[in-house]
């Protein structure tokens, strides 16, 4: 009977199994009339976007239409998982579009952090990666910083066109939507519906009042992200929810820190010299001898070492090591996804040993602070 249902604002099939996945509509609500999922129902009556997700293939499938369109792309990316949150491919699809890089969650950077610079370091950024942009903007989506100039970007690049919004999951997609749709869009028109071009995933056009839309594309899953690979009891304890604090470590060689139980830095060889680490305020920092490092994670994970919890801790992948060598006179970060990034004053150089589960990214840049 239940197949047979569909949903009256986008016309998915409804289903009653899975909340994270399309269609889905609680047991009780399904003897609502008119029954809608509950993805409209949320954007219909709290003017909430929620995410739905896909992987990065289906992701860039879906989306080759976009560049046989006149349209913006706002492409949403996390300031704190800047390598991971990056959409590697999207000047493929989106043509000759023009894309706005907007930089989210601003507020987690130290109190003192001089913007001009950080605005500068993006733009580097993404020419080094290869994407062509109209305009960076930073802002902060959840603490409503810098939203005035998203929406100046919009309404300079946009001259009358469709706005796709793309994102990795956690970005702020939705947090930014929402405020798009109280702020931005037409709250009289009625969002429309209709399918991605041979797809099943329906595709919700947030009306604008000069008659284009707004239109979520689903959240991209990266598989090197640890925000993917944790459980959403760690997630909610990983996710920074406090400006940064730097933590500068004097180390000698052949000393170890913990971050919580998630990574381990080793510095293996090189003077003694000082490090900085950006790490997320949920994570605790703990230093110790490269000799006992093993012992006392043996001794100490889900405890001492944590998060994760001790219960999360086999659901993990197993650790593996990346040697990082920062040469002498060089001043790079180590950035590690989910987890934050480890600045080196590399005057004398220094040879180092990132462990982190397997598949989390690990990368080298130049210094964003
Ligand atoms: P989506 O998956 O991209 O749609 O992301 P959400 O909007 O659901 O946000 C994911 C997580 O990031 C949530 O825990 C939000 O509270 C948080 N978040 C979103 N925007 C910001 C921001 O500007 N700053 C901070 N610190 N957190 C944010």
Same mark, same amino acid.
């Given at each position: ?16 199994? =899975? ?8 047991? !009780? ?5 008119? #029954?809608?999922?509950?993805?409209? $129902? ?13 992987? !990065? ?18 492409? %949403?990316?996390?300031?704190? @998982? ?10 493929? $699809? ?55 100039? #998203? %929406?100046?970007?919009?309404? &300079? ?5 469709? %706005? ?37 995933? =329906? ?6 009042? @000069? ?17 993917? +690979?944790?459980? /959403? ?8 929810? /406090?400006?940064? /604090? ?11 820190? $913990? ?29 110790? /001898? ?14 001492? +070492? ?7 801790? =086999? ?5 593996? &090591? ?35 589960? &397997? ?11």
């Amino acid at each position: 009977r239940e197949d047979a249902l569909h949903c009256t604002g986008c016309g998915v099939a409804l289903q009653t199994q =899975d909340a994270e996945k399309l269609g889905y509509v609680p047991e !009780q609500a399904l003897t609502r009339t008119p #029954v809608i999922c509950q993805r409209c $129902f949320r954007i219909k009556h709290y003017n909430e976007a929620s995410s739905i997700t896909l992987n !990065q293939d289906d992701f860039l499938r879906l989306l080759t239409h976009v560049g046989s369109t006149q349209s913006l792309v706002i492409n %949403i990316v996390d300031l704190f @998982d800047f390598e991971g949150s990056m959409i590697s491919g999207l000047p493929r $699809f989106v043509g000759n579009n023009p894309i706005v890089l907007v930089v989210n969650k601003i507020d987690l950077l130290p109190k003192a952090t001089n913007y001009n610079r950080i605005l500068n370091w993006v733009q580097r950024q993404a020419k080094e990666a290869g994407l062509k942009v109209a305009e960076v903007v930073l802002c902060s989506a959840k603490k409503n910083m810098g939203f005035e100039r #998203v %929406i100046e970007a919009l309404d &300079k690049h946009r001259r009358g066109r469709d %706005i796709y919004v793309v994102g990795a999951t956690n970005v702020g997609k939705s947090t930014l939507i929402n405020r798009l749709i109280r702020d931005y869009s037409d709250l009289d028109a009625e969002l429309t519906t209709s399918q991605y071009p041979g797809t099943t995933l =329906d595709l919700v056009r947030i009306p604008l009042e @000069d008659g284009a839309s707004i239109i979520d594309t689903p959240g991209i899953v990266y598989q090197h992200r640890l925000t993917e +690979l944790v459980s /959403k009891k760690d997630l909610a304890k990983l996710m920074p929810d /406090k400006p940064v /604090k730097p933590l500068v470590f004097q180390l000698n060689e052949r000393q170890t820190i $913990f971050l919580g139980g998630f990574a381990r830095f080793d510095f293996v060889q090189g003077a003694r010299q000082s490090f900085t680490f950006y790490i997320s305020n949920a994570l605790q920092a703990h230093r110790t /001898k490269l000799e006992r490092a093993d012992e006392l994670y043996e001794e100490h994970k889900g405890g001492l +070492l944590s998060p994760p919890a001790r219960e999360e801790l =086999d659901k993990l992948p197993k650790w593996v &090591k990346h040697p990082v060598r920062i040469p002498k006179g060089s001043n790079l970060d180590v950035s590690i996804s989910g987890i934050g990034w480890v600045k080196v004053n590399g005057e004398a150089g220094a040879d180092l040993v990132i462990h982190v589960p &397997k598949g989390v990214k690990v990368a080298v840049r130049e210094p964003l602070i």
